[in-house]
């Protein structure tokens, strides 16, 4: 059971450029999510997803796209990259009010 | 808008110690407290949670405890092991019926051998 994968686990950007990050869940959840993590400022959630065609915005939306055109996908977009974004980006997926189930992260680097 | 802090950020104890970490939440509507453990190089991983419903939650060495009129949470974990150390997060969720999840700034902890 692979639970939460997310590929690729580690990128680096030149400024301005643009990247898809893929995140899978294979246990059928109907919710899913993106967060970002930083030093010191924990995980703050950018868009999340209710269910298969749904997105909703986060805490911190700027700069970021997502879709859900599958139940079991959820995709985050940068379409041009800024130095702010550097960070360490973590999917969740869940059934709702229930844990969070946390893929093991992409780390991001915009020079 | 929601919020959670978590306190302190940094906690080094002697093995087979305990060790509290404190959160506060600001939307009484939250109804779900989930507390994760980060090891390095990975996702949070869930270790205890707590609903509105319930005052003190416990698994082995690990418990939590909430006080809804104060709004405040905490993780306990008593006999401190140097696997117990890494970077511990909580979270509120259920703000007006939605299931965003709001975490904490994380609290590294050590454990000392």
């Known amino acids: 059971n692979a639970g939460v994968t997310q590929t690729p686990k580690f990128r680096v950007l030149k400024t301005g450029q643009s990247m898809t990050l893929l995140c899978a869940q294979d246990m059928n959840h109907e919710y899913m999510y993106w967060y970002r993590q930083d030093p010191g400022m924990g995980l703050r959630l950018i868009h999340y997803?209710?269910?298969?065609?749904?997105?909703a915005k986060g805490e911190v939306p700027d700069g970021y796209n997502v879709s859900r055109l599958k139940k079991q996908n959820f995709l985050l977009g940068l379409e041009s990259a800024a130095p702010s974004q550097t960070s360490v980006y973590f999917c969740?997926?869940?059934?709702?009010?229930?844990?969070?189930?946390f893929g093991n992260g992409t780390r991001l680097t915009v020079t | 808008g929601e919020n959670v802090e978590q306190h302190p950020s940094t906690l080094s104890v002697q093995e087979g110690d305990s060790a509290v970490i404190k959160c506060t939440y600001s939307d009484s509507a939250s109804n779900y407290f989930p507390w994760y453990k980060q090891e390095l190089g990975k996702g949070p991983q869930l270790i205890i949670d707590i609903r509105s419903n319930v005052g003190e939650k416990k698994d082995q060495r690990i418990a939590v405890t909430l006080n809804k009129t104060a709004k405040h949470f905490s993780l306990h974990i008593t006999e401190t092991q140097p696997e117990d150390s890494a970077v511990y997060f909580c979270a509120a969720s259920g703000f007006r019926g939605t299931y965003k999840y709001i975490f904490g700034t994380g609290t590294r902890l050590k454990v000392l051998a």
């Open positions: 997803s209710v269910g298969e065609g749904t997105t």
């Open positions: 969740a997926s869940s059934w709702g009010d229930s844990p969070l189930h």
